[in-house]
């Protein structure tokens, strides 16, 4: 077992988030695609295989929400009433390895690398430390080179420490022992009568235990204590997610202006042009997601999206041309073009099909979703409905302006339904009359 597995890693997740005024518990807000805490866990599990989330607040849904995306994770809920405070949160946490890093649940952008510096450290404590202009917000840290004298949180500080800007950024590796030592000495005796978790690097100075500073970029250990903040992480998420993905080969036109969530995957040659919106678990092949196109959950191999268009989720698409604002939904179309204004949904198309203008798959009728099935070579003229179910047979041609309902088109036919144009003379003048 390497040195990282070897580290136990505490995530602490209980806290209410009163600054995000939101119903939602603040570590199960989104970024890119998922919840604050997935991120954390991810990058943890790159480097240890004992990692306990401590929840309280909405605590039953946390946790029902992290399990399903993960396995194999450890759950302490804290006595928030009794043991407040990020101190109070270890008082019921057993680690399995010597060495314990304590991150917060608000920190998602701390990646696997920025972890592990915190591996090579032996001090009997490490705490992580950035300097900022302006500190307004986080604990103070006292500094004898790199050795730490103490901490103070913002609430408890004289104007003296207010003017320190080296900064606690939150996260620390302990030694087991340190833990299991000072954790029962813990005092809520403060202005907020909570037990601090920094108030262990008072306690292990006073026994002459090693408390060193790892500095560390404000990037990667920023906490997420607002929706500006949300924001601003997500910015830095999805410029990872785009600088991964334009490495490994796929073009993109101003990516700044692109929006990519965690489980989008693109394989071979693929183009994105400004604006797109690609979310959920899409697979993009060898494909061309042109300007101001959404596309949700969905499989895209060998063809070309948009501008404009929108795929919303369990579409496939192979070989296949969607225009500007053509909708598919729930739909998987093979070799089909579909160049404009059309709504395609829960339909199967097959290949060499054509879709005119305006077309439109009627597949609700108020109550419940119906399927059309439209096989190969089949021209559909613009303006079209194909009021579901129906089944369209191979080499069918449909008239312009032609409704079909529930039934089958049987292979060869022309469907048309519209009425014979009727005219009558003299109308537009009589119409505009200045008689009247």
Known sequence: MNNEAKTSIVILAAGKGSRMKSSTAKVLHEICGKPMLYHIIKEAQKVSDDITVVIAHQKEKVKEVLQTLFENLNFVEQDTENFPGTGGALKNYT??????????GDMPLVTAEAMKRFFDETSDIVMSIFDLENPDGYGRVVLDENEVCYIVEQKDASEKE???????AGVYAFKKEVLERFIPKLSNDNAQKEYYLTDLVEMAKKENLSVSALLVDEEHFKGVNSKKDLSHAEEIMCERIRNEWMAQGVIMHLPQTIYIETDVVFEGECIVEQGCRITGKTVIKNSHIKAHSVIEESIVEESDVGPLAHLRPKSVLKHT???NFVEVKKSTLKGVKAGHLSY?????IDEG???????ITCNYDGKNKYKTKIGKNVFIGSDSQLVAPVTVEDNVMIAAGTTVTSGTLKSGVLAISRQKLRTIEGFFHKFFSKED
Not at 95 to 103: G, I, N, R, S
Not at 162 to 168: A, D, G, I, M, Y
Not at 344 to 348: K, T
């Open 162 to 168: 207010l003017c320190v800007t080296t900064v606690n």
């Open 95 to 104: 680690p399995k390895y010597e060495k314990v890093l304590v991150l917060n």
């Open 344 to 348: 395609l949904g829960d339909s199967e």
């Open 321 to 323: 041309h969607i225009g």
């Open 353 to 359: 099909t054509n879709i005119g203008a305006g077309t």
